[in-house]
């Protein structure tokens, strides 16, 4: 079945590091990626999305791209900022039907 | 415009009691979900409504779970009786229809965090 897997939090940076959170997906035909953000004490926000290969989602700095090949849609900031501070989830959408599937979320921790 | 909004935050219960949450979609969008994550595994769909039809209800666990919209506003989920098991966030989202009767990006609300004793 449809799935997504992301890697294992939690993670702790410096502010101003590099991130990369891992994600990749089993699905039929050609799905769309989201990346959703959950902030202390509030929901899922949407903080990207692409919807065909070599698509490439940003906002706020955040950017994924969509990688048929390797199935991939890893989501990449260059300096992250202590109000980064968050769980960001992985989904997909499948072009058919309209349920996501997540993955299990990581936690990001930025440290001044 | 508010965002979507869910009702009560947390709900601590003994097994055996029952529960009923509430969300309230963001005006106008017609498509209401409901979403579980259990002890901090992925986030999994229970179901999707159409307005105050059933779309999807291929993810609810078992018939303890009960579903309602009523006059298409807003969703109860009743969890009778409830079991350890049930623990968890659950979350409501809402979307807008586009055209070909695919839907546009799915708003969350923040969550309901039940506790079942």
């Known amino acids: 079945g449809d799935s997504v897997t992301q890697m294992e939090g939690p993670v702790t940076l410096s502010e101003e590091a590099f991130l990369t959170i891992n994600c990749t997906y089993t699905?039929?035909?050609?799905?769309?990626l989201f990346w959703y953000v959950q902030y202390p004490g509030e929901g899922l926000q949407l903080l990207l999305k692409?919807?065909?290969?070599?698509d490439k989602g940003s906002n706020k700095g955040f950017e994924a791209t969509y990688r048929k090949e390797t199935t991939s849609f890893h989501l990449e900031k260059g300096s992250v900022q202590v109000s980064d501070s968050a769980v960001y989830f992985c989904?997909?959408?499948?072009?058919?039907?309209?349920?996501?599937?997540f993955g299990t979320g990581t936690s990001l921790t930025v440290i001044p | 415009e508010a965002g979507v909004t869910q009702f009560p935050s947390h709900s601590v219960i003994e097994k055996g009691q029952t529960v009923t949450l509430r969300c309230d979609p963001i005006?106008?969008?017609?498509?209401l979900y409901w979403y579980r994550r259990v002890m901090g595994k992925e986030i999994k769909f229970l179901l999707h409504?159409?307005?105050?039809?059933?779309?999807?209800e291929s993810g609810m666990p078992n018939n303890r779970f009960l579903a309602e919209r009523t006059g298409g506003t807003y969703s109860t989920l009743k969890v009778q009786p409830a079991e350890l098991e049930d623990s968890g966030v659950y979350f409501c989202?809402?979307?807008?229809?586009?055209?070909?009767?695919?839907?546009?990006?799915?708003?969350f609300g923040p969550g309901t965090r039940l506790t079942v004793l």
């Open positions: 989904a997909l959408r499948r072009n058919t039907g309209n349920q996501f599937y």
């Open positions: 692409a919807t065909k290969a070599d």
């Open positions: 005006s106008g969008h017609d498509n």
């Open positions: 699905a039929t035909g050609y799905p769309s």
């Open positions: 989202a809402s979307s807008q229809d586009i055209v070909g009767g695919r839907t546009d990006t799915q708003y």
């Open positions: 409504f159409v307005k105050e039809s059933k779309q999807d």
